[in-house]
């Protein structure tokens, strides 16, 4: 298991097999689901399974867990994934349990994470989306520095869209 980052309180990593059902569980939870895309949980259990064996090849882009720095207690999911196939621009995602919603975690995580993709060089852009009506996620965006820079369509969502230039 390698370490990707590490915050006051998060430790962002990779996913060990075990915690695959951990994992799964996370997006069972109605309110965490919520805002994110529709997945059936064989589709989760592939996307799992894809980022263990992804591991190897990359550190810039993967999914990671966030777990707390003291208690090792699992948090929630994180990822950066290369844009519309574009390489140099990453898409930064994430989910967390409720339990830590409002206490400033999101933005740690993001903070960190824009840290850890623009340490590769080969990086211009950071962005996200998110859905119109998740304005908890947008505030965590702008405050890790990323932009509203107005709206994109996808898989036909309307969706708000951020990004951060090197």
């Not at 980022?51 to 810039?60: D, E, M, N, R, W």
């Not at 967390?96 to 850890?116: C, F, N, P, R, S």
Request: net charge negative; aromatic share 10%; hydrophobic share 40%.
């Amino acid at each position: 298991m390698s370490v990707i980052t590490q915050t006051a309180r998060l430790i962002i990593r990779e996913f060990l097999p075990e915690e695959m059902e951990t994992y799964l569980t996370h997006f069972t939870d109605e309110k965490v689901a919520l805002y994110l895309p529709k997945r059936s949980r064989e589709e989760r259990i592939n996307i799992f399974n894809n980022a263990l064996s992804q591991y190897p090849v990359t550190k810039t882009a993967g999914i990671w867990g966030m777990f707390d720095l003291t208690s090792n207690e699992f948090i929630g999911s994180c990822l950066l994934r290369p844009f519309n196939d574009d390489l140099t621009i990453l898409e930064l995602g994430y989910s967390m349990e409720q339990k830590y919603w409002g206490q400033g975690i999101g933005t740690e995580m993001a903070l960190a994470m824009v840290d850890h993709a623009f340490a590769d060089e080969s990086i211009i852009a950071i962005v996200a989306v998110t859905t119109l009506e998740n304005i908890g996620s947008q505030c965590v965006l702008e405050k890790a520095g990323l932009k509203r820079e107005g709206d994109l369509v996808r898989g036909g969502e309307e969706l708000a869209f951020f990004s951060l230039k090197r």
